[in-house]
């Protein structure tokens, strides 16, 4: 199984590459995390909101591989436990599937990336970076994935 973390922006603070690396440096071959970055659409006073969306949203789209089971990180989502998305990875694993998260830009994800998610995931109600939201996003696939090895849980 592969996973597509497909977000908006490039050029990440160290910080947040290493810390990214950490965390699908310790994943398994089996349940790989790969990073696909897209350029956040250049802002000029003639674009709106809504066409810089569209803009970085077809761009988001035309990373998805093909029949991939999409994931939407949007804050209208449903927030997953650690243990719901260990059952999620565990399922997805089995199924063999390949799986694209898409993590819009600073302006979020437009209605088109949002009518192709199979799913939605919200990481949390507040409102979080998009830059550390790669990290999160990668250290919580990780832990899923330590409970499905047979780590102990500290919540358990």
Not at 12 to 18: D, F, L, R, S
Not at 35 to 55: A, D, G, Q
Not at 105 to 115: E, H, N, Y
């Amino acid at each position: 199984m592969r996973i597509h973390l497909i977000a908006v922006g490039t050029r990440m603070p160290a910080w947040v590459t290493e810390g990214y690396r950490e965390y699908t440096r310790r994943l398994p071959h089996e349940c790989s995390l790969r990073l696909v970055e897209i350029p956040p659409c250049k802002r000029r006073k003639t674009l709106s909101i809504e066409r810089i969306r569209e803009e970085e949203g077809q761009q988001l789209l035309a990373a998805v591989p093909e029949q991939a089971t999409v994931v939407a990180m949007d804050v209208t989502g449903k927030p997953w436990s650690t243990k719901a998305l260990a059952a999620r990875l565990q399922d997805w694993m089995q199924d063999g599937r390949t799986i694209a998260l898409l993590v819009g830009g600073a302006d979020g994800l437009s209605a088109a990336c949002l009518a192709r998610a199979d799913l939605r995931w919200s990481l949390s109600a507040h409102t979080l970076p998009h830059a550390l939201v790669r990290i999160v996003i990668a250290e919580q696939l990780y832990r899923a994935w330590t409970l499905l090895s047979g780590h102990p849980y500290h919540r358990a």
